[in-house]
């Protein structure tokens, strides 16, 4: 069965790179089937798509997010991760990630993390 | 602002039927799909598609749309599903994922 565990710092300090690591278990993130992505949520913003990266690491990023937002893949570790650079207070939110599916009229994410808390506070 | 919006808060009496709507330009071209959210827990897919169901989701939950707006139905609400409810679907150019605000639902 597929899961997906999400890693990575509690605490990062403003201005500074939020940097966040995705384990997939049952299944690769090679495969070419699929896309993987990243999803947070804070009580002021709700929840908030950041991006998503398929198996040739092509990316899209939210428009909102782009200019400071890497999402990549590791093949070997069967890992895909985060980076958010110049984080401020508004960054702090629950970081989930989430495997989105693309069908040409719908789409939606068939799977989740448990979410790991960050917050960005010196 | 969302370019879903839904209504904050609906209560249903314990074994009647609740609906929960998300309005959106997109929802007249793209599927919503919906959410449940219990607290402390990740987002869980509870309706998807036209109106598709994963496995181990039970057949009280349904889905549909019109025009501009698409509904998640409980028929038979049991108080275990008491949560938020998002929808989520294509934004309005159709490249990136948008999210409603949530619904809660109150099981009275």
């Known amino acids: 069965q597929l899961q997906l565990q999400e890693s990575g710092p509690g605490l990062v300090k403003p201005s500074e790179t939020l940097s966040l690591t995705c384990t997939v278990s049952?299944?690769?993130?090679?495969?070419?089937?699929?896309?993987w992505g990243w999803i947070r949520q804070s009580p002021g913003r709700g929840l908030e798509w950041i991006g998503h990266?398929?198996?040739?690491?092509?990316?899209d990023y939210n428009p909102s997010l782009k200019s400071r937002v890497t999402i990549s893949a590791d093949t070997s570790k069967n890992q895909f991760s985060l980076n958010l650079k110049s984080v401020t207070a508004a960054d702090t939110a629950i970081y989930y990630c989430?495997?989105?599916?693309?069908?040409?009229?719908?789409?939606?994410?068939?799977?989740w993390g448990r979410g790991t808390q960050v917050t960005v506070s010196s | 602002s969302s370019e879903l919006t839904q209504d904050p808060a609906v209560s249903v009496a314990l074994g009647q039927t609740v609906r929960i709507t998300c309005q959106g330009d997109?929802?007249?071209?793209?599927?919503a799909s919906w959410y449940q959210q219990k607290a402390g827990q990740a987002p869980l897919l509870v309706i998807y598609?036209?109106?598709s169901r994963p496995s181990g989701i039970p057949d009280r939950f349904s889905g549909s749309r019109s025009g501009n707006t698409a509904s998640l139905t409980i028929t038979g609400a049991h108080a275990e599903d008491e949560a938020d409810y998002y929808c989520?679907?294509?934004?309005?150019?159709?490249?990136?994922?948008?999210f409603g605000p949530g619904t809660k639902v109150t099981v009275l």
């Open positions: 989430a495997r989105p599916i693309l069908a040409a009229r719908y789409w939606y994410f068939d799977l």
């Open positions: 049952g299944g690769s993130v090679s495969s070419s089937s699929f896309f």
């Open positions: 990266i398929d198996y040739s690491g092509s990316t």
């Open positions: 997109s929802l007249r071209t793209y599927y």
């Open positions: 598609g036209e109106n």
């Open positions: 989520n679907s294509r934004d309005s150019s159709g490249y990136f994922f948008a």
